[in-house]
């Protein structure tokens, strides 16, 4: 099985959201956290689009840490949206949901 992972970034007022579509993995981490690095770098606040993700790894929520960490050292917001199904369990079980501020989908942002 292949695993991949695209990226679909979109503006809606004042936030910057990237939608993951797929799956990110070890194969996939370092095109997700270059995509999620890119876009904090061009906004103050960006919102990640999980409503198409169907799979997340330990490497994925390294991903998920390294971009907050790198919006809180530069004093932007980064949220996450549109998590459900498995993405949600393992977002939960490890206690990575704790660490952000997390909303239901990216139409409730404002």
Do not use: H, P
């Amino acid at each position: 099985m292949s695993a991949t992972v695209e990226f679909k970034e979109e503006t809606k007022g004042n936030w910057n959201i990237l939608k993951a579509i797929g799956r990110i993995d070890t194969t996939t981490a370092s095109l997700a956290e270059q995509a999620g690095l890119a876009a904090i770098d061009k906004s103050s606040q960006l919102a990640f689009d999980m409503s198409q993700l169907n799979y997340i790894s330990s490497a994925g929520l390294r991903v998920l840490l390294r971009i907050g960490k790198k919006a809180k050292k530069e004093k932007k917001i980064f949220v996450l949206c549109g998590i459900s199904g498995m993405v949600k369990e393992i977002l939960e079980d490890s206690g990575t949901d704790m660490l952000f501020q997390v909303y239901e989908s990216a139409d409730d942002l404002n």
